[in-house]
């Protein structure tokens, strides 16, 4: 043992130590660990996989979720994870999901090609991964809240542009490698659809990114429409025409002053076709629409230059809208707006309208299916040739000539004794003869213009059809058959005046003899094609929308009351003015009987 003598002289045989000696002891003795930044993602899969130790993993795991990684970590944390994608089995699902997760489409060009070839690699050889990584990508296409100014319309600034297309590209390039996608992309993007009460932007914004995939994979386009047509009818049942329209009117006492003021309207015209509505849900729906119709435009448009191919690709969008009718459409009840859609895709090849109208009324004859849905047929089919401007007179007088001859067969083979008079049991043709009504009616001027006219409807025999055993027209709405039975007396069709007296003294004597008001027999009528309430996308609509005008034949209808006649009967309804054609629907039942007596005394006035 060794002795040391100190400065004091003090004798020790403890060993002295320089002050460097001293620093190295005390860091050798430190317990250190090191910072999954440091440790990287290489070193922690190749723990985890050799080792079978996840520990470091989910450290970097929740790293990589928590700090604000610069362009530098970004990239190399990427490019490390394409080096081991081998090794990301279903085991690493955390921290792949995390990899998918890194905000990419902001950055540099190459942080955005590395993580286009890594999410690729992921999803071709590890197929486990794809409803992650898919729904990573869909995620994107949603707007934030506060993105409003960057969607005018549906459409995104050029810098949101740019943003999004690196991400189609991704999807592009998944869908073309792992054909399996396809079925996950579809779900992806139904998941991810906004809810109806989102933002107006928010909605469009997912929409518009919707089109842009049909734009680059074909094969998504009846599934994708069909899923948007079914989520603009959440939206156009919770867009009522009763609220819409009440804007609208307070919108019109707002401007009345000055439109009887200013002689030039140029510019507030302008500026009123670039408003919407101030309904939130309407609002939405509005813009959503706008969309559709600029996509069906320039999809379905052909003219002589237009290639094979286009040709092609116009008819099979048209036979997918059709058979998206069929399944979302036409089941429907009390839609107001969606189906305009389809008048408009007709009124761009006539083909397409006799298409549509003929598959309705093969609908319409087939006892084969339901009557409910051969019902909704017969109101599409009224709607549609009384609003559609685009048709020739012709075709109108072609379906009212089947649609009669329908129901003087039905009549002939019905028995007058033993076949039941119920609604019910006749709903198809009562809803057939209220067609033939409601079309004379609306088109009384169009139909009675020649003596040539006045001969066809005299071929149709209306005098058997209204006071047929069946009475079709104690089952109309009152409007229909007040309307109706005018233009048939004023020239002298046939007289349901007697027939109309004797329906009103039936349901007088249901309420009072049994000192019970009893439910009023109609039928329940939805006519689709009524006037059009959206601002913005009725731009699409007002050039071939054909509004409501009187004829002759309304003088004799607003005189009945004088007369007698069972036009003012308790709880029929009077006409409307100007583009209301039908106002007796289930929303005007709604409405007290004090409320009804009331507009009564005011129309009377």
Known sequence: MSAYTNKSGVTSILKTFSAAAKAKAVAANKVRFSTPKEKGLAESVRVAVEEGNFHFVKEFTFFIQEAELNDDEVLTIIQDAKRNIHNLTPDFVNLVESLLSLSWNRRNSEIMEAYTE??????????????????????????????????????????????????????????????MAFDVVND??????????????????????????????????????????????????????????????????????????IDDT??????????????????????????????????????????????????????????????????????????????YVTSIRSAYAEAFLNSLWQKVKNPNISPIIRHAAVGYMASYLARAKFLPLCTVIFYLKEMSNWAHTYIDDSDANSQSGSMKANLVFYSVCQAVFYLIAFRATDLTATSTDLLFLQSLQLSRLAMCHLNPLRYCLAPVATAFAGVTRTYQLAYCHTVLERNARRKLATVYGHEKSMPEETLETFFPFEPYLLKLSNKYIENIYMAYNGSDADDDCMNESAEGLPSRKRGDSEMVEEDEFIIADKRQKELSRSQELEKHFQFAS
């Not at 933002?199 to 074909?218: D, R, S």
């Not at 002589?304 to 048209?318: G, H």
């Open 188 to 261: 992806a993007i139904s998941a991810k659809f906004p809810y109806f009460k989102k933002q107006p932007h928010v909605t469009a914004g997912y929409l518009f990114n919707l089109l842009w995939l049909i734009e680059y994979k074909p094969i998504f386009e009846e599934l994708t429409l069909q899923l948007v047509l079914q989520k603009l009818l959440i939206l156009d049942v919770n867009a009522p025409r009763d609220e819409i329209f009440v804007e609208t009117e307070d919108d019109g006492e707002m401007d009345a002053d000055s439109m009887f003021q």
């Open 266 to 343: 140029n510019a507030a015209t302008l500026a009123n076709n670039e408003k919407t509505v101030d309904h939130p849900v309407g609002k939405t729906l509005d813009v959503c629409l706008l969309m559709l119709y600029k996509f069906l435009e320039d999809k379905c448009s052909i003219n002589q230059q237009s290639s094979d191919q286009q040709r092609w690709m116009a008819n099979r969008l048209f036979k997918s809208l059709m058979y998206i009718f069929d399944e979302v459409l036409l089941p429907s009840h009390n839609t107001h707006h969606v189906q305009f859609l389809i008048f």
């Open 118 to 179: 890594f999410c690729v690699d992921i999803m071709v050889v590890h197929n486990r991964y794809l409803p992650i990584g898919v729904s990573k990508l869909i995620v994107h296409w949603i707007p934030d809240d506060t993105d409003a100014q960057d969607w005018v319309n549906g459409c995104p600034q050029e810098h949101t542009r740019y943003q999004l297309k690196p991400i189609h590209s991704v999807l592009n390039r998944i869908l073309t490698a792992v054909p």
